[in-house]
């Protein structure tokens, strides 16, 4: 079974900088990449950032530039360095294990989440 735990939350003032981590365990064969999620009070949950296990990366609109993904695979872990953080980045962000298709660039979340970490950006 897959267990995904995230941690580095936190209050941040605007333009301020964040690093989360997610720890994995128990990965299963079919799944690939790895990915940060958020989901802010009323709004859907929405992609941030993947990594796959062939080193493809892909990023929301939102945050290119600001956010970096990264990954430790000798340690299973999965990072979100978030720079110049802004108001509009305040969410609960999870951690996603699932499938990317490298020539569809497409993300398929798997059914294993984490029990997500808060962000909370202060202007």
């Known amino acids: 079974q897959v267990q995904l735990v995230e941690s580095g939350g936190g209050l941040v003032q605007a333009g301020g900088s964040l690093r989360l981590s997610c720890a994995a365990s128990?990965?299963?064969?079919?799944?690939?990449?790895m990915a940060w999620y958020r989901q802010a009070p009323g709004n859907q949950r929405e992609l941030v950032a993947l990594s796959s296990s062939g080193g493809s990366t892909k990023y929301a609109d939102s945050v290119k530039g600001r956010f970096t993904i990264s990954r430790d695979n000798a340690k299973n872990i999965v990072y979100l360095q978030m720079n110049s953080l802004k108001p509009e980045d305040t969410a609960v962000y999870y951690c996603?294990?699932?499938?990317?298709?490298?020539?569809?660039?497409?993300?398929?979340?798997?059914?294993?989440w984490g029990q997500g970490t808060q962000v909370t950006v202060s202007s």
């Open positions: 996603n294990a699932g499938l990317f298709r490298s020539y569809t660039r497409t993300y398929t979340p798997g059914d294993y």
């Open positions: 128990g990965i299963i064969s079919n799944i690939n990449a």
